[in-house]
């Protein structure tokens, strides 16, 4: 077994290292890439892990996506470039506990986490380093109220 691994830019393929990686394996470029690009689309514009594992003997493939850094995920659902150190008097911005939910999703098999609640509270702690308020408060106090149970409808 072969494993070619990458790290490209989420629904563009692997361009020409793709190729030239692939291409001597005999391997079928065009949909390796078709599959790249639709296993990414969701993380357009960021940097993603990709790992084609090859079967040596019988030329089969498949492909293996990673998940962008949660602090990557949070920045491009509020649309910021990069993060803030002064949250108290400028967030970068502000998400909604449902996009929280959605990012925990999405990196749900690459946390060390027993389920979802617990996967959002990591999610919310790292709110906290990029500078961004949830529904309007701070991170730490919605970690609290998450803590309280007063979000476990969105767990469900």
Do not use: F, W
């Given at each position: 077994?072969?494993?070619?691994k990458f790290l490209i830019e989420?629904?563009?393929?692997g361009g020409g290292?793709?190729?030239m990686q692939l291409g001597p394996l005999g391997l079928p470029l065009n949909d390796i890439t078709k599959e790249i690009n639709e296993k990414t689309k969701d993380f357009t514009g960021m940097k993603v892990p990709v790992t084609v594992h090859v079967e040596d003997k019988t030329k089969k493939w498949s492909v293996e996506v990673g998940t962008?850094?949660?602090s990557a995920l949070i920045l491009k659902e509020i649309g910021a470039k990069k993060g803030t150190g002064k949250v108290k008097e400028q967030p970068t911005g502000d998400l909604k506990m449902e996009q929280i939910v959605k990012i925990a999703k999405m990196k749900k098999d690459s946390v060390?986490?027993?389920n979802l609640k617990a996967t959002v509270l990591?999610?919310?702690g790292s709110c906290v380093s990029v500078g961004c308020t949830i529904d309007g408060k701070r991170p730490q106090d919605v970690q609290k109220e998450i803590k309280d149970g007063k979000h476990d409808a969105l767990f469900e």
């Open positions: 077994m072969t494993d070619v989420g629904g563009k393929g290292a793709l190729g962008p850094p949660v060390n986490s027993t990591q999610i919310a």
